[in-house]
């Protein structure tokens, strides 16, 4: 009778063992994957901010004044038969 008390406690050990290590597995496959999910959340905030810029630039530029202003103060611009002058500091 000892015996057969003594292989079920062992039996029920290696199960109880095999459950704890499935159950840590998961645990640590878990962690991961928050963290996972929290980088990409980060990832996703700042795509969400440079999108919201791109589309105030792209509202912006979609006006033909505001694109004549830009086009003369980075490239120069000037209309036909405009004259241009350069002031140096």
Do not use: C, H, W
């Not at 015996?3 to 039996?11: D, E, F, H, P, Q």
């Amino acid at each position: 009778m000892k015996r057969g008390k003594l292989v079920s406690i062992i039996i029920l050990a290696v199960i109880l063992t095999a459950v704890l290590v499935q159950v840590f597995l998961i645990l640590k496959e878990r962690n991961q994957l928050k963290n996972k999910i929290d980088d990409l959340n980060g990832r996703l905030g700042v795509l969400l901010k440079e999108n919201s810029e791109l589309q105030k630039e792209i509202e912006y530029f979609s006006r033909p004044e505001n694109l004549e202003k830009e086009l003369r103060q980075r490239f120069n611009y000037k209309k036909p038969g405009e004259k241009m002058m350069i002031i140096v500091p």
